[in-house]
């Protein structure tokens, strides 16, 4: 069994959907953070995260510990 696909460029108005091509362009570019910004974010995600985990060892760790003597 063959399926025919066919693939045809839209035009500009179908592509945005009736918005302008200018503010569409605009607004993909302004969302889009570079990637050094990208790494100091996720650095200070997984810190945090790293520093949260730890410190809910430390207070399990402490309740067990005291729990058993």
Known sequence: MATNITITEQ??????HGAS???????????KLPG???FIALWCFGVGSA????????ILMNATLFAVK
């Open 36 to 38: 050094w910004l990208w």
């Open 51 to 58: 520093m949260s985990l730890g410190f809910a060892f430390k």
């Open 11 to 16: 035009t500009d108005a179908g592509a945005t």
């Open 21 to 31: 091509t200018a503010s569409t362009a605009a607004a993909a570019t302004a969302r």
